[in-house]
T-cell receptor
Framework: NAGVTQTPKFRILKIGQSMTLQCTQDMNHNYMYWYRQDPGMGLKLIYY???????DKGEVPNGYNVSRSTTEDFPLRLELAAPSQTSVYFCASSSLTGTVSGANVLTFGAGSRLTVL | KQEVTQIPAALSVPEGENLVLNCSFT??????LQWFRQDPGKGLTSLLLIQSSQREQTSGRLNASLDKSSGRSTLYIAASQPGDSATYLCAVPVEYGNKLVFGAGTILRVKS
């Protein structure tokens, strides 16, 4: 099925470990995003990308890194995991092509639940 | 800095009731507003998108309104059903690139 696929769905890390959350989309969308959702809070933007080779920081980028070598893939890297990074991570994509007033709908993945102990 | 607030945080209603969810935003210079639905353990699904030039948008039993000048949007759900039970979030874009700022959501439970 077309859409956004995230792996893994669940992961437990020890403090200081590193890992990569994978995200891939098959809709040929230019824009991709990583959000985190903490309990009782709205989603907060970590990083986003407007196309292959172009990434930029969102609201809460500290402790994370991203890359966008292809249109389809947008992995999120956690270096030196900390308990504050315990959260649910969502990847999303959209076909917005550049106008701020454009309103293409975002397609979200099912989420990756990360616990850092 | 744009901030989005949703009230109530949680709502429990009997089946068949009409209900209203509220969303407010601090910066009225928005281009659009979206309402999403989130089922437990799942990602978000877009329900409705209202452009800044629109006052209302309807989809089936859902009706969303937007009042930019007062910084408010409402999501009206008619004849609620147990299948409507979910978390509903609103979001507005900031800057370039459709980056969204989300409210914390309203957890809705419709009892049969």
């Amino acid at each position: 099925n077309a859409g956004v696929t995230q792996t893994p769905k669940f992961r437990i890390l020890k403090i200081g470990q590193s890992m990569t959350l994978q995200c891939t989309q098959d809709m040929n969308h230019n824009y991709m995003y990583w959000y985190r959702q903490d309990p009782g809070m709205g989603l907060k933007l970590i990083y986003y990308s407007v196309g292959a080779g172009i990434t930029d920081k969102g609201e809460v980028p500290n402790g994370y890194n991203v890359s966008r070598s292809t249109t389809e893939d947008f992995p999120l890297r956690l270096e030196l995991a900390a308990p504050s990074q315990t959260s649910v991570y969502f990847c999303a994509s959209s076909s917005l092509t550049g106008t701020v007033s454009g309103a293409n709908v975002l397609t979200f993945g099912a989420g990756s639940r990360l616990t850092v102990l | 800095k744009q901030e989005v607030t949703q009230i109530p945080a949680a709502l429990s209603v009997p089946e068949g009731e009409n209900l209203v969810l509220n969303c407010s935003f601090t910066d009225s210079a928005i281009y659009n507003l979206q309402w999403f639905r989130q089922d437990p353990g799942k990602g978000l699904t877009s329900l409705l998108l209202i452009q800044s030039s629109q006052r209302e948008q309807t989809s089936g039993r859902l009706n969303a309104s937007l009042d930019k000048s007062s910084g408010r949007s409402t999501l009206y759900i008619a004849a609620s059903q147990p299948g409507d039970s979910a978390t509903y979030l609103c979001a507005v874009p900031v800057e370039y690139g459709n980056k969204l700022v989300f409210g914390a959501g309203t957890i809705l439970r419709v009892k049969s």
